[in-house]
């Protein structure tokens, strides 16, 4: 697929921030320092493509197999709050890093669901996620857990409610 209008100024910024970096690393230590940021950013590629490829195989099937009207009806502008809701229910139950919620926000936001839904659901996903609660309690303990959980609880849905107004139309 051939890149459009701003992504090739993001890919110039993206190839001059490498260069930058290069040059910045020759001159520490000379190649070496450039061969190691080389060998070390294939091996990340590396060890993280299998997640990669299954988070966007992810979100293209969930946007082949979910018809755009039911997206639009659930979670598009016109769902007001409800749509809200349901994406802060989606967003603290989805298992997986940013690895497999980006690219199903992603396929969403292509499907017709409404920015507010999104920040709701990115915003659910990261400080209400049940995933990682039982590392949560194990770390912090249970009653700074179920604190933070309490604190947090009205933000997701605040933030889409927030954004909807601002940048939406149905509040």
Do not use: D
Not at 90 to 107: D, E, M, N, Q, S
Not at 149 to 168: M, N, S
């Amino acid at each position: 697929m051939k890149p459009k209008g701003n992504q090739y100024r993001i890919h110039l910024i993206l190839v001059i921030v490498i260069l930058v970096l290069a040059f910045a690393a020759y001159r520490q230590a000379g190649w070496n320092q450039v061969w190691g940021g080389i060998s070390g950013g294939l091996s990340i590629l590396l060890r993280e493509l299998p997640l990669l490829i299954a988070a966007f195989l992810t979100a293209g099937f969930l946007q082949a197999l979910v018809k755009k009207e039911f997206i639009t009806r659930w979670l598009g502008r016109e769902a007001g709050i409800k749509g809200i809701l349901l994406a802060c229910l989606g967003g603290g139950l989805i298992p997986g890093g940013p690895y497999a919620y980006y690219p199903i926000a992603g396929a969403l936001l292509k499907s017709g669901a409404g920015l507010g839904v999104l920040v709701a659901f990115v915003s659910a996903k990261n400080l209400w996620s049940v995933s990682r609660l039982p590392y949560e309690i194990a770390i912090l303990g249970t009653n700074i857990t179920i604190h933070r959980y309490l604190i947090t609880f009205l933000i997701p849905p605040l933030f889409g409610i927030l954004i909807e107004w601002v940048f939406g139309k149905w509040i």
